[in-house]
């Protein structure tokens, strides 16, 4: 969306054994709700399709093991820029205080990587980065 990669032919190649959540709007947080191909999707406030599903049938932040983060720019710190609403960095808030799962990982293509970005405090840094060339994996934390 907007700059961000889609994720669309990496989803539908997952293996059946896992379970694949993608994001829903709650409140001024993400929840993430377990999908298939072919699940229902409806179209949120923002125009972005997301499961049709009650937010009791989703999954909190804290109970992924791992999130595929689209990012719309990177550095090699493990530092994103996204499309400005916040939802990533407010959903994985947690994870300033306490580096522990989810691991988060950018989604990019290798031309959206930038020199360093200054962090603000509120920030969620990504454990790794993921381009269609190279996997960067942000050495200052164990995942």
């Known amino acids: 969306m907007d700059g961000e990669i889609a994720l669309h032919v990496w989803q539908l190649r997952l293996s059946p054994t896992l379970t694949y959540c993608l994001p829903v709007l709650s409140g001024q947080h993400l929840l993430f709700a377990p999908w298939r ?3 229902p999707l409806v179209t949120n406030r923002f125009g972005i399709p997301e499961p049709d599903v009650q937010s009791s049938d989703c999954i909190e932040a804290a109970a992924i093991a791992m999130a595929v983060v689209p990012v719309v720019g990177f550095d090699r710190t493990g530092n994103r820029l996204g499309m400005g609403g916040g939802w990533y960095d407010r959903s994985f808030a947690f994870r300033n205080s306490q ?3 989810p691991w988060l990982v950018g989604a990019a293509f290798a031309i959206q990587e930038l020199g360093a970005l200054t962090a603000r ?3 969620v840094g990504l454990d790794a980065v993921c381009t269609e060339s190279d996997c960067l994996i942000n050495n200052g934390l164990n995942p």
């Open 99 to 101: 580096p522990a799962p």
């Open 121 to 123: 405090p509120w920030d």
């Open 37 to 39: 191909p072919g699940d």
